[in-house]
């Protein structure tokens, strides 16, 4: 057993010494990573009102402060509390109540999955799944609804792909949708088969259905975010960034928040939908302890995986296809307009080179030149080589997700040709630009554990610890870059770098405790990480049972 998964020994004085100044709790005995600007190590700090109050050495901190609670952390790891710096914690939370299809290898596994499911739940109005991918699957080629409308003539069946960037309905859904193969939608695509729609929706068709479905009723919402959260507090995330929401959803965390049902720092991206926008710019950033709305996210284009983004040449294994921008070029320009002038952060979603080009031109055009607007591009997947230098140059800030590249790999170089994919996942070449990365998952779309970023981003590696040597490995993360890009990079890029991201004095006192130090283990152990204690503003919200 982990020397570490022994309980930390809680010491408890009974002095009456009054020249030590009280605090709430004191850590001593540790291998601390501050993750501050030297990236120095500690042994101990004291906490006082939620915050840190002092970091040093266990001497220095138990010589000046005293405290009822006085913990050993026996030389355990400690970090600043991870930040997921892009992630849906909303529609990962309505998940949990639905059919998980993530590693099915066939579509027939994901037929068994959904029928064991409704068998369970019978009386369900309809049957939500999500986390296929057909790339997964032999021959990889997108699936029908055949088998759906046979199995399940008489309720709605929507299954999201992994990247949430396609729909597989059947043809309950497509009536309900009024979706027919003379059906046209800018910025998406309905798949066609022999003449009909095949069930499959990609990116703007999607809203044809999904704009039709009920709402989850309210205590279910409440009941999963905080089954979400708990599970983000096991994985050692205590902030994150909410990459799209409406007002209505916003109200609801914040009032979770000031109920304290919801411990979790969320940084929240706004839809930018008429009635968001009319209501933010007229009462500008929101902003409380635990919630900072002072940003839209903006779709560019769809996703890599479902042919959905917007790419300068053709896909290299579908030569008419260039995939699509979202919306018209104009509309990205008027957006940014009005988000320039009334000093809100811009997050465009930007996979394809295509989308990566026209997004970062417009930004220049508002920007022009150096700038701490922190305008993001979400993803920055795939670049011309000729498109890095204009993140330096307007310093837009990149937020990547490592565990994509290790996803992609497999299949990446089918779409994007031998050529194309060394200016993919390019995370070196960005860091160039301005020194810093906004690190995340996306989870959904991928595993929410941090953990499993920071191994793709240092090592290049899947959960097999392949391929040897790592992919694009010159593109890899020294592990400082990565745990900055979870921590102070993150805040940064929230504007909360004062408040988070680091052990500093003055700092919200949110860390996690590790079983093994992830600075020093070898890459093929770094998934085994497991965290032993995880603690929001020095409240303990989750341990190692």
């Known amino acids: 057993m982990n020397k570490y998964l022994l309980s930390f020994i809680l010491v408890v004085f009974l002095c009456s010494c009054t020249s030590r100044e009280k605090v709430d709790a004191i850590f001593f005995n540790g291998n601390i990573y501050t993750v501050n600007d030297k990236f120095e190590k500690a042994e101990a700090f004291a906490i006082k009102d939620g915050k840190f109050l002092a970091i040093g050495s266990s001497k220095d901190i138990r010589n000046q ?74 021959g990889k080629q997108f699936p029908t609804k055949d088998t759906l ?49 095949s069930g499959v929706l990609i990116d703007n068709a999607m809203n044809l259905l999904t704009d039709k479905m009920p709402e989850m009723d309210r205590s279910q919402k409440l009941e999963l975010i905080q089954q979400a959260q708990d599970n983000c507090f096991a994985v050692g995330i205590t902030s994150l960034a909410e990459a799209g929401l409406d007002k209505s959803q916003i109200n609801l965390l ?52 479902s042919r959905g983004a917007c790419l300068i040449a053709p896909y290299s294994d579908d030569e008419d296809n260039y995939g699509f921008l979202r919306s018209k070029p104009e509309v990205f320009d008027s957006l940014a307009k009005v988000i320039f002038a009334k000093d809100f952060q811009m997050n465009t979603h930007c996979i394809g080179d295509s989308a990566n080009r026209a997004i970062t031109n417009i930004y220049a055009k508002y920007l022009k030149g150096k700038n701490d607007r922190r305008w993001r591009i979400e993803h920055a997947q795939v670049l011309a080589e000729n498109d890095f230098s204009k993140f330096g140059d307007y310093n837009i800030l990149p937020s990547v997700q490592p565990t994509h590249a290790t996803s992609d790999m497999d299949w990446a170089h089918e779409r994007l040709g031998e050529e194309r994919v060394k200016n993919a996942y390019a995370y070196q070449e960005l860091l160039k630009q301005n020194g810093k990365l906004v690190l995340g998952s996306d989870f959904p779309v991928e ?26 490995p010159e593109n890899s993360l ?16 929230q504007f909360e770098e004062k408040e988070k991201g680091s052990i500093t004095k003055g700092k919200w006192a949110d860390f996690v405790i590790l079983d093994q130090d992830i600075m020093e283990a070898p890459y093929e152990e770094l998934r085994d990480t497991k965290v032993i204690l995880t603690y929001s503003a020095g409240e303990k919200v989750y341990e190692l049972k």
């Open 65 to 138: 402060y005293q405290a009822e609670k006085e913990i050993d952390l026996l030389e355990a790891p400690v970090y600043p509390g991870f930040i997921d710096g892009h992630a849906h914690f909303i529609r990962y939370a309505k998940d949990l109540g639905d059919v998980n299809l993530v590693g099915t290898k066939t579509f027939e596994e994901l037929i068994q999955r959904l029928q064991k499911h409704a068998k369970k739940y019978p009386n369900a109005p309809a049957l939500l799944g999500q986390g296929w991918d057909q790339n997964n699957w032999e």
């Open 149 to 197: 409308d046979i199995l399940f003539p008489d309720k709605v069946v929507m299954l999201r792909r992994v990247d949430a960037h396609a729909i597989l309905t059947n043809q309950k859904g497509l009536d309900l949708a009024g979706v027919t193969s003379r059906t046209k939608v800018s910025g998406g695509e309905i798949l066609i088969n022999n003449g009909k729609p």
């Open 254 to 305: 914040d009032e979770m928040q000031k109920d304290s049902l919801l411990k979790m720092r969320i940084y929240a991206m706004i839809n930018p939908t008429a009635e968001n926008m009319e209501y933010y710019f007229s009462n500008g950033h929101y902003k409380t302890d635990y919630l900072n709305v002072r940003s839209f996210k903006i779709y560019g284009d769809g996703a890599l995986g």
């Open 447 to 472: 595993d929410i554990n941090p953990i499993y970023g920071f191994h793709a981003a240092v090592a290049r590696q899947d959960d097999d610890n392949l391929p040897e040597g790592g992919f694009q």
């Open 478 to 493: 020294i592990r400082e870059e990565a745990l900055r890009g979870m921590t102070s990079w993150a805040a940064f890029g």
